[in-house]
């Protein structure tokens, strides 16, 4: 019967990274980044014990973290019992030669209604008040503060450095 090597595979980027090239951490944190910055949309990974859920959502990357807002979902079972999360962003596969995506590791929390910090991202996405309190119950906001991150980028490799690059905050 056949025996998967889940050890062996979950180590394969790992290896692959103590032998690569590495962009100086400033410049990685820059390109990073700007890939953010070029996008708007992830796919938000969460989890539960009997559950996990991958939602495309719209954020705002702001100081540093990554911000949700939403009205509700199957992903606040998930952020309810664990704070860990995953956040991929991509562009469309075009070839081995034109890969460029970035996940993320993240801590997840739920930003109060109406703090400051809450209003902040109000103002960020240019939401009126009068229409945020119009609602039957303010939209929920998820704040993601990033672990860490693993940015791939085919052009990397023209410039002497590896494909993946991993970054610790």
Not at 45 to 72: H, L, Q, W
Not at 154 to 166: A, C, N, P, T, V
Request: aromatic letters at 12%.
């Amino acid at each position: 019967m056949y025996q998967p090597d889940y050890d062996t595979a979950a180590a394969h980027w790992e290896e692959r990274d103590r032998d690569s090239v590495h962009v100086d951490p400033a410049a990685l944190k820059e390109k990073i980044e700007n890939f953010i910055g070029a996008h708007n949309t992830c796919a938000l990974a969460t989890a539960s014990a009997d559950m996990v859920r991958n939602t495309p959502i719209e954020y705002n990357y702001v100081k540093g973290c990554f911000y949700f807002f939403s009205e509700g979902g199957l992903k606040f079972k998930g952020l309810k019992e664990n704070k860990n999360v995953g956040i991929a962003i991509f562009e469309p596969y075009g070839g081995f030669g034109k890969l460029k995506s970035l996940q993320v590791q993240g801590k997840a929390s739920m930003v109060e209604p109406f703090s400051d910090e809450y209003l902040e991202l109000m103002d960020h996405k240019k939401i009126p008040m009068a229409a945020m309190k119009k609602l039957p119950q303010p939209m929920n906001l998820i704040k993601v503060e990033p672990i860490s991150f693993d940015y791939l980028d085919s052009e990397l490799k023209k410039d002497g450095f590896g494909s993946r690059q991993h970054l610790k905050r």
